[in-house]
Structures are given as C-alpha cells and as structure tokens.
C-alpha cells in the first residue's frame, strides 16, 4: 500500500493552482483503487463566489476533484503511458448523486474503484466523504488521450 504526496501529485496531472483539489493520496494500489485527500479551506478561490454568505464547495468541483484522483490512479497504474504527449482526461460521469453540503474546514476523502478497463479507456466508481458521511458519489469514465502538440496549442 502506497501514499503520495504533493509532488508525485503534480507529477502525474497537468493541473496546478488553483485548479488542484488533492493533496494527497492516502493509498494507492495500481489498477485497483486510490484512496485521496482534498482538505476544503475558506481560502479557496472558488468561495468568493459560491456563496460569499453561504460557502459550499460547488458539486462540480467535489467531481473534479473525484476525477483528479481517478487520473492519478490511471497515471500511477500506467506510468509508462502517461508521458508529456499523454494525459488521463475525463470522458464521462455517471450515476452522480450529492448527499451532503462539503463546506470550509471539510475533509474530502475520495474513495474510488476501478470496476472495468478497456484499452485506453477507464471505468471507476467511488464516493467522497466527510467524515465518514457520503457527501458525493459517481462513476467516471477517464481515457488516456493524446495532447494537442505545440503548433495547435498556439492555435
């Protein structure tokens, strides 16, 4: 059983602040499951807006980062395919369901399975909790994409 810190993070995605939401993986088992960590601050930029009153982690960023540690997963599993013209890119979402508001001072622990792989294409399935209480649960497809090369970046 295996953890990750913040730089094995950044060393398999392309996400960086203020689009990073994990900060750890607890466990990580390759082709199996991973086990991460994003701790919810009331410094996130995304609270400004969501709500200045109220501050919820909007359901599409509990996603995201449900998503960050499944493309960590994919990237830990298959080092060798995730490489500076490979990515792990999300390609779907399904069966999602929101059962409790994650707010500031939260600890998001994203549980996630791998339920089926087909070539360069990932199912899982999981949850993230607070303590201990479901705050989201969802499958993800993520596929191991190709990167626009430099010359259709500049584009």
Same mark, same amino acid.
């Given at each position: 059983?295996?953890?990750?810190?913040?730089?094995?993070?950044?060393?398999?995605?392309?996400?960086?602040?203020?689009?990073?939401?994990?900060?750890?993986?607890?466990?990580?088992?390759?082709?199996?499951?991973?086990?991460?960590?994003?701790?919810?601050?009331?410094?996130?930029?995304?609270?400004?807006?969501?709500?200045?009153?109220?501050?919820?982690?909007?359901?599409?960023?509990?996603?995201?980062?449900?998503?960050?540690?499944? +493309?960590?997963?994919?990237?830990?599993?298959?080092?060798?395919?995730?490489?500076?013209?490979?990515?792990?890119?999300?390609? +779907?979402?399904?069966?999602?369901?929101?059962?409790?508001?994650?707010?500031?001072?939260?600890?998001?622990?994203?549980?996630?399975?791998?339920?089926?792989?087909? +070539?360069?294409?990932?199912?899982?399935?999981?949850?993230?909790?607070?303590?201990?209480?479901?705050?989201?649960?969802?499958?993800?497809?993520?596929?191991?994409?190709?990167?626009?090369?430099?010359?259709?970046?500049?584009?």
């Amino acid at each position: 059983m295996m953890s990750l810190g913040p730089e094995d993070i950044l060393a398999l995605l392309p996400h960086r602040y203020p689009f990073i939401l994990v900060d750890r993986i607890r466990e990580i088992q390759p082709d199996q499951y991973a086990i991460g960590v994003k701790n919810v601050s009331l410094n996130e930029p995304f609270f400004q807006g969501h709500f200045p009153h109220y501050r919820v982690m909007p359901g599409v960023l509990i996603v995201e980062a449900m998503a960050q540690v499944a +493309g960590v997963l994919v990237g830990y599993s298959k080092p060798q395919a995730v490489t500076s013209t490979r990515l792990p890119l999300l390609a +779907g979402v399904d069966h999602c369901r929101f059962r409790r508001q994650v707010v500031p001072g939260d600890q998001l622990v994203i549980r996630l399975e791998v339920v089926r792989r087909h +070539g360069s294409l990932w199912r899982v399935a999981g949850q993230a909790c607070v303590d201990g209480e479901l705050a989201a649960q969802a499958q993800l497809l993520v596929f191991l994409g190709d990167k626009p090369n430099a010359e259709e970046e500049a584009q």
